[in-house]
């Protein structure tokens, strides 16, 4: 049967962005932190960029960026990278040390706001999984690594300008500082997600209403198709016929019976009945 047609204005719509892949930049299932397979970056030129879709300009507002990283060396180089470096954007840098170190940057020489976590004692340890949250909340930026707070600063980029609107993973903007090492489920978010020390999750996650990026990398090795999971409405519109179950039960209430879905009322309730009927 027909998904239920939902209510509202639209205003919980969500696009996917569109992912390019540069260098020899692919999935692997050699390390894996949840699902099949992890993003392998090579260091040497390998990352990926999307496009944009206005959802990073973030302004003075509050998000998270994070992930799950797994790191070969101790070379300064770039697991991500929003905005231009030179132009106000903030990098994440895995910088050489022993046995490496995190620097967020947040202006055009890191003078203006950064954070550095060193060392073992903080969590961070050459080819082992960690985990990086990265949390803009009410003004203070805080950095997360396996959940526990490393640092925070005051005086965070506002990256929503024309020609600042680059958005990179697994090296700088333009591809430099590649980076070597894996990352899995890469999610940004409008909001800030922590607010105080949490214990990281070890399932994939699912797209909500303040979702803007989701990359789970769950699939075959060497796969250079990437997917931005982020995709599709809550509460908001029904899907096509026949994709009613499984597949979408997650945010969506649909029986079968064939027919057009009726009308539903309006709700961004993610869990029930009121969200359509087949």
């Known amino acids: 049967g027909g998904g239920g047609a939902g ?22 299932t050699t390390q894996k932190k949840i699902g099949a397979s992890s993003i392998n970056f090579d260091g040497t030129g390998d990352y990926i960029k999307f496009n944009d879709l206005e ?60 954070i550095t976590v060193t060392g073992a004692t903080e969590g961070i340890t050459l080819s082992t999984w960690f985990h990086t949250a990265f949390v803009h909340d009410s003004g203070t930026g805080t950095i997360y690594v396996d959940g526990t707070n490393r640092g925070t600063f005051s005086g965070t980029p506002d990256i929503d300008y024309s020609g600042n609107r680059n958005w990179a993973i697994g090296a700088g903007s333009t591809g430099g500082s590649a980076w070597t090492g894996y990352k899995d489920e890469f999610r940004v978010s409008n909001v800030a997600r922590y607010t105080s020390n949490f214990t990281p999750q070890t399932t994939p996650f699912e797209h909500d209403a303040n979702t803007i990026l989701l990359i789970h990398s769950d699939t075959s090795d060497g796969s250079t198709t990437f997917t931005d999971s982020s995709e599709g409405s809550i509460g908001q519109e029904g899907y096509a016929g026949g994709d009613a179950a499984p597949l979408h039960t997650t945010y969506y209430q649909s029986a079968g019976g064939g027919g057009a879905g009726a009308a539903a009322a309006n709700s961004t309730d993610a869990n029930t009945a009121a969200n359509g009927a087949g």
Do not use: C, K
């Open 7 to 28: 209510g509202g204005d639209g205003g919980l719509g969500i696009a996917a962005h569109t992912i390019t892949v540069y260098g020899d930049a692919q999935h692997s």
């Open 55 to 114: 959802r990073m300009d973030f302004g003075t507002g509050d998000w998270t960026i994070e992930s799950w990283n797994w790191m070969a060396t101790n070379t300064v180089t770039a697991g991500y990278e929003f905005g231009t470096f030179s132009s106000g954007g903030m990098l994440e840098m895995f910088q050489g040390g022993s046995p490496g170190n995190i620097v967020y940057y947040t202006d055009t020489s890191g003078s203006g706001g950064s």
